[in-house]
């Protein structure tokens, strides 16, 4: 147990439509980093959030969107699916940036693009 | 551009034996490395990390190497059990630059334990 939340755990999409996913993070965790995991490759980071700001981002494109809450929880917006972004999404919180050794990972959201 | 990559897929080994995962990494400018298991149908879980200024960590039946000079880790894990089956993934990080926390993942290995 974690104490990361994630959902939805499994949503199917049409490509060209536009998807949100939902995690609530630890209490007190004001980082949260979304992962894009592909079938058999490891997580890719996406962006970080800190303090309700994007602080870094990965190699993907502006359509991929982020939001963090006051109550640390955040938002993955995905807009314009194409069907290449079909992948687990990982949601990780922390309580301090750079601290690896304390990153919670959700379980994750299965998102099929078809 | 595999930054981090885990060249063996699957590993197989005998219960109460030693396994070896290995992990190799390209960005010189990588300070930070960790390893993750992860189980089907649940998040990766921190297992054990370690900083460039060392060249080994050990935690229980977990050991940790690293190589700079080689831009290679492995991790020990001894005696191995079969509820060490999982998927593995090996992580790293460039604290300096940006302190995002961004983590560079290898593609994993999957390690199966027999009894």
């Known amino acids: 147990e974690t104490g990361v939340t994630q959902s939805p755990t499994h949503l199917i999409k049409t490509r060209g439509q536009q998807v949100t996913l939902r995690c609530s993070s630890q209490?007190?965790?004001?980082?949260v980093s979304w992962y894009q995991q592909a079938l058999g490759q490891g997580p890719q980071f996406i962006f970080q959030y800190y303090r309700e700001e994007e602080n870094g981002r990965g190699n993907f494109p502006p359509r991929f969107s982020g939001l963090q809450f006051p109550n640390y929880s955040s938002e993955l917006n995905v807009n314009a699916l194409e069907l290449d972004d079909s992948a687990l999404y990982l949601c990780?919180?922390?309580?301090?940036?750079?601290?690896?050794?304390?990153?919670?990972f959700g379980e994750g959201s299965w998102l099929t693009v078809v | 551009d595999q930054q981090v990559k885990q060249n063996s897929p699957s590993l197989s080994v005998q219960e109460g034996r030693i396994s070896i995962l290995n992990c190799d990494y390209t960005n010189s400018m990588f300070d930070y490395f960790l390893w993750y298991k992860k189980y089907p149908a649940e998040g990766p879980t921190f297992l054990i990390s370690i900083s460039s200024i060392k060249d080994k960590n050990e935690d229980g039946r977990f050991t940790v190497f690293l190589n700079k000079s080689a831009k290679h880790l492995s991790l020990h894990i001894v005696p191995s059990q079969p509820g060490d089956s999982a998927v593995y993934f090996c992580a790293a990080s460039d604290t300096g630059s940006s302190n995002t926390g961004k983590l560079i993942f290898g593609q994993g290995t999957t390690l199966q334990v027999k009894p």
């Open positions: 209490s007190g965790h004001n980082t």
């Open positions: 990780a919180s922390s309580l301090r940036q750079g601290d690896g050794n304390t990153i919670y």
